[in-house]
C-alpha cells in the first residue's frame, strides 16, 4: 500500500513538472484594438501572429512556445491603464504596444512596478523614453526626430512659403506639433498661426478659412488620419490648395479612403519602408496572399517580438531584468533591420524619411 502511495505521488509529481517545463510563454500585446485607430491595432496583430507563428514552429523561445495575450486600450489612457494592470496580473514575460504615446506612458508605470519589459512598435512621444525607466523601449523613432525631417524638408526644399501647425491635443499629436514648429523656427520660418484643433470633429470649415485667409501654402498636422483626411477634403471642397504634411499617423491606406484623390501631394514623415527590403519579400508575398497589405506598423509589430525573443535567448531566461539587460546589451537582426537599443530605450536605427501620397500610394517624396 505504501509503494502504490508513493509510485502515485510519484506521477502526480512528474506530471506537474512535465507541465511546468512546457508551459506557454505568455506575451502581452496591447493596443487600439477598437476606437478611431483600431487599424494600428490590427497591424499590431497581424505582425505579431505571424512573429509568433514563425517562432513557434522553430521550437519557441528557450523551448517553450509562445502565447500571445491581446488587451484592447482604444488610446484611451486610462484604458490603457487597466489593461496593463490585467496583463501584468496574467504575468506575461513581456508587453509588445502600445500604440498611441498617450496609452504607453502611463501604461508603462505599472509594467515597470512589475518588472516587465514593455517594446513599442510605434509610440513615437520622447517622454515615454525619458523618465529614466529601465524597462520601456521602441523600434520605432521619435518625434524630436520627426518633427525636424519634416521641417527641413519644408524649409529647403520650399522656402519662403507661409505654413501653419495645428495639434490634436494628444500626447502624440501635440508632442510631434511642437518638435516640428521647433525646427521650423530654428530654421528661420515662422508659422502663421499655432492651434489646436478637436478631435472627432467632422466640420473643419473654420480652419479651411483661416488657412485662406493667412495665406498657407503649408498646414502641418499633429494628430491621426481621420481627422487629416477630413481636413484635406474639405481644404479642397472650397478650392483651397494648402498642402497637409504630416507624421506616421497619415501613412495608413485608410487615410486615402477618406481623401480620395484630394489626398494627392500630401506629405508624411516616417522610417524607411521595410517591405522594400529584399529579405522580406516573401513574408510580404505571406501577407498579400492572404489580401492584406503589411503597412506601417505591421512589421514593427513583429520586429518588435524578434528583438524580445532573441533577447530572452540570449539571456537564457524569460525573466525581466535578464531580458531588458540583453535587449540593451545586442544587436538584433529583425524584418525591420539591424537596430539596438540605447540606454534609455531608443532604438538605435534608420531615421526618418519624406513620403508623398501619390494615385492612393504613399511612395517616398524626392
Known amino acids: 500500500m505504501k509503494t502504490l502511495k508513493t509510485l502515485a505521488l510519484a506521477s502526480v509529481a ?20 477598437t476606437g478611431p485607430e483600431a487599424q494600428f491595432g490590427e497591424q499590431f496583430k497581424q505582425g505579431a501572429n505571424k512573429a509568433i507563428e514563425d517562432i513557434n514552429a522553430k521550437g519557441g523561445v528557450l523551448g517553450q512556445k509562445v502565447k500571445i495575450v491581446v488587451g484592447d486600450d482604444a488610446c484611451d489612457p486610462k484604458q490603457a491603464r487597466s489593461v496593463a494592470e490585467e496583463l501584468a496580473s496574467k504575468k506575461v514575460a513581456a508587453i509588445i504596444g502600445h500604440f498611441c504615446s498617450g496609452s504607453s506612458i502611463p501604461a508603462s508605470e505599472v509594467y515597470q512596478e512589475n518588472g516587465i519589459p514593455q517594446i513599442s512598435p510605434g509610440s513615437t512621444n520622447p517622454t515615454y523614453t525619458e523618465r529614466g525607466m529601465n524597462n520601456v523601449f521602441r523600434v520605432c523613432g521619435r518625434d524630436d526626430q520627426q518633427g525636424p525631417t519634416a521641417a527641413n524638408y519644408i524649409a529647403k526644399k520650399y522656402p519662403g512659403k507661409k505654413v ?20 521650423l523656427n530654428t530654421a528661420g520660418v515662422t508659422e502663421v498661426f499655432y492651434e489646436a484643433i478637436t478631435a472627432g470633429e467632422k466640420d473643419y470649415s473654420a480652419l479651411v478659412t483661416k488657412l485662406k485667409s493667412a495665406g498657407a501654402d503649408f498646414v502641418f498636422l499633429g494628430g491621426y488620419k481621420t481627422e487629416g483626411g477630413l481636413i484635406v477634403r474639405q481644404m ?21 479612403a477618406i481623401t480620395g484623390t484630394a489626398g494627392e501631394g500630401t506629405l508624411v514623415t516616417f522610417s524607411p519602408d521595410p517591405r522594400l527590403l529584399p529579405q522580406n519579400a516573401a513574408l510580404v508575398k505571406y501577407y498579400r496572399d492572404k489580401k492584406y497589405e503589411p503597412e506601417t506598423y505591421t512589421l514593427y509589430s513583429f520586429g518588435a517580438i524578434q528583438a524580445w525573443a532573441m533577447a530572452a535567448e540570449k539571456a537564457g531566461s524569460t ?9 540593451k546589451a545586442n544587436k538584433f537582426d529583425t524584418v525591420i533591420g539591424n537596430i539596438g537599443f540605447d540606454a534609455k530605450g531608443d532604438v538605435v536605427g534608420p ?16
Open 319 to 327: 525573466d525581466g531584468k535578464k531580458v531588458i539587460a540583453a535587449l
Open 236 to 256: 479642397r471642397d472650397q478650392g483651397l490648395k494648402t498642402t497637409l504634411v504630416g507624421g506616421d499617423a497619415l501613412l495608413v491606406e485608410e487615410f486615402w
Open 14 to 33: 512528474a506530471v506537474a513538472f512535465g507541465a511546468a517545463a512546457h508551459a506557454e510563454i505568455l506575451l502581452g500585446l496591447a493596443g487600439p484594438m
Open 351 to 366: 531615421n526618418y524619411v519624406m513620403y508623398v501620397w501619390k494615385n492612393g500610394k504613399y511612395v517616398y517624396a524626392d
Open 164 to 183: 501653419a501647425i495645428i495639434h490634436d491635443k494628444s500626447a502624440y499629436g501635440k508632442g510631434l506639433a511642437d518638435e516640428f514648429k521647433k525646427a
